[in-house]
């Protein structure tokens, strides 16, 4: 089996890039470790402190952080860091060719219930001049390469650079990325939906039509049963579409009228969407398409709604109607 270098080399990925995506690689190998050792290493539970975003702090969530940020100022390749548990953006090496944007804890909530987290991250070209929040502000479109790594019953990266989406797996034996799918394809087709279904009261009028239309099995417009899962950590929700097909969606909600989404552009969405993408899938807010945004805020949230083609274009289709007329689905 070929290792992520091997691979990275047979793509023809350019070595600062290649030395970044190994760098990221390997510091994630030492997160898996400290995520296996949970409570033997005193990591589980939460901190006093709060992130920008107005959330308690998980200790694992500074952990990785440190980690991510301590690997990336000593890999040399890197102008600027940006971190879901970073208030402001990180200036690193003034020679850097690259952006990284990173979510370090995805899933924090599962820490404490030893259920799957992951690390998200998204690669950016450099700008000229001064390093501020705008060098950042780019549209998904402009990312050289994203993944993720799922710290699962094994240690999986999901990583493009722009030529299709690939698996790797870690060997625990060599402590080597081996590459375990080529060729990542999500089904244009499912019958299986992700979504929070707790905040239903609180959807956009789309959206409550479409899922109630899932819903209805085989005796609603769509004829058909569909199944459910949510594991409360995209990095979770977005492999299994990866794997077997499926919609996941974090849609508009008026829970809180001041926070009417929830996933983070930069380091959650826009990564996923270009991972998706590239395994022939699709990734939009409804409205528009995730990687055609222009970024204002280096945390600014987005409705997400990814996965299969076909089942994502449905979904949209509700997004089209006209509701102030009742639903017309026959
Ligand atoms: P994070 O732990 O990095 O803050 O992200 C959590 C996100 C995402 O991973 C997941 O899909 C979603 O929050 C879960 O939301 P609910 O708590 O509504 O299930
Ligand atoms: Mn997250
Ligand atoms: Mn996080």
Redesign the pocket.
């Known amino acids: 089996m070929q290792t992520l270098a091997q691979t990275l080399t047979s793509q023809a990925v350019n070595s600062s890039l290649t030395a970044l995506l190994l760098t990221l690689a390997n510091t994630s190998k030492a997160i898996s470790g400290a995520v296996r050792h949970g409570a033997l290493a005193g990591v589980l539970g939460a901190t006093e402190q709060e992130n920008v975003q107005g959330?308690t702090q998980k200790k694992l969530d500074v952990i990785t952080n440190d980690m991510l940020k301590d690997a990336l100022k000593a890999d040399g390749n890197v102008r600027g860091l940006a971190s879901?548990e970073e208030d402001y953006v990180v200036e690193v090496s003034k020679q850097g060719e690259y952006l990284v944007c990173f979510?370090p804890?995805?899933?924090?909530?599962n820490i404490d219930i030893n259920s799957l987290v992951g690390t998200i991250f998204s690669v950016l070209p450099a700008t000229d001049g001064e390093l501020n929040e705008q060098s950042f502000l780019q549209a998904g479109r402009q990312q050289v390469a994203a993944g993720y790594v799922l710290y699962g019953p094994s240690t999986m990266m999901a990583l493009t650079t722009g030529k299709g989406t690939q698996f790797y797996t870690l060997d625990p034996d060599s402590g080597e990325f081996l590459l375990t799918n080529d060729k990542v394809a999500i089904t244009p087709d499912t019958a299986e939906f992700a979504i929070?279904m707790s905040?239903q009261r609180f959807w956009e009028a789309a959206m409550q039509t479409y899922i109630a239309d899932l819903l209805l099995g085989k005796i609603g417009p769509r004829e058909q049963s569909f199944n459910m899962r949510?594991i409360?950590?995209?990095?979770g929700?977005v492999h299994r579409v990866l794997c077997r097909g499926g919609i996941f969606t974090?849609p508009t909600d008026n829970k809180n009228p001041a926070k009417p989404f929830?996933?983070r552009l930069m380091y959650?969405a826009n990564p996923m969407a270009f991972l998706v993408e590239q395994a022939g899938g699709k990734a939009s807010t409804g409205y528009e398409t995730i990687m055609d945004i222009q970024p204002t805020e280096i945390h600014q949230r987005v409705a997400v709604i990814l996965g299969s083609r076909n089942e994502v274009d449905m979904c949209l289709s509700y997004h089209g109607l006209d509701y102030s007329e009742e639903p017309t689905i026959d």
């Not at 804890?105 to 909530?109: E, F, V, Y």
């Not at 409360?232 to 990095?235: E, F, I, P, Y």
């Open positions: 959330e879901e979510d804890l995805d899933g924090s909530s929070n905040n949510w409360a950590a995209m990095v929700d974090y929830k996933l959650e």
